[in-house]
């Protein structure tokens, strides 16, 4: 099992570690208390910025491009 250490910004000395599992089950509890526009427009921004990453090949956007853009 892997641990995450989170490092104490609150200026206590004591440090907290999370399971890896756990700090995943947490983040999708939060999300299932999302409403479907905040997930849709949370889509939508990954996605717009995994297609304007210029370290993707040209062919990235096109497809995207070809399938979903204007005709």
Do not use: C, Q
């Not at 250490?5 to 907290?16: D, F, L, S, Y």
């Amino acid at each position: 099992m892997s641990m995450f250490k989170m490092e104490n910004t609150e200026g206590a000395p004591k440090v907290k570690t999370y399971a890896e599992a756990d700090i995943r089950a947490a983040v999708r509890s939060y999300v299932y208390t999302w409403d479907i526009g905040t997930i849709i427009e949370y889509a939508i921004e990954g996605m717009y910025e995994e297609y304007m990453d210029r370290s993707k090949p040209r062919i990235h956007i096109d497809k995207l491009m070809e399938k979903f853009g204007k005709k």
